[in-house]
Nanobody, 121 residues
Framework: QVQLVESGGGLVQPGGSLTLSCEASGSDFVLNTMGWYRQAPGEPRDLVATITRGAVENYADSVKGRFTISRDNARNTIYLQMKNLRLEDTAVYYC???????????????WGQGSPVTVSS
């Protein structure tokens, strides 16, 4: 199976920066699109950014120009560089991966454990 381990969340002041990391582990699976989602208290889980295996990026309008997603296929790791953070960016950030593999062959979708990001003065 595939497991995702996140790191990098924390407390930051408005205007500050944070970088989240998500490393995938597990054999027999090929990682396809990976991404970041976030969930604020009382809100649904929303897309932040995704990146395909070929490095095509997609962003929510609310983070365009401030967040950058990147990917290191050799390390099975994605990153989310967050700049100019705002109060409304406060949420739990979840890593997501879609993969194919195993025996019998199957498609799977995996979530990380969640990394709290708090933007507060």
């Amino acid at each position: 199976q595939v497991q995702l381990v996140e790191s990098g969340g924390g407390l930051v002041q408005p205007g500050g920066s944070l970088t989240l990391s998500c490393e995938a582990s597990g054999s027999d699976f090929v990682l396809n699109t990976m991404g970041w989602y976030r969930q604020a208290p009382g809100e649904p889980r929303d897309l932040v950014a995704t990146i395909t295996r070929g490095a095509v990026e997609n962003y929510a309008d609310s983070v365009k120009g401030r967040f950058t997603i990147s990917r290191d296929n050799a390390r099975n790791t994605i990153y989310l560089q967050m700049k100019n953070l705002r109060l409304e960016d406060t949420a739990v950030y979840y890593c997501n991966a879609r993969a194919v593999g195993g025996s019998p062959l199957r498609f799977v979708e995996i979530w990380g454990q969640g990394s709290p990001v708090t933007v507060s003065s």
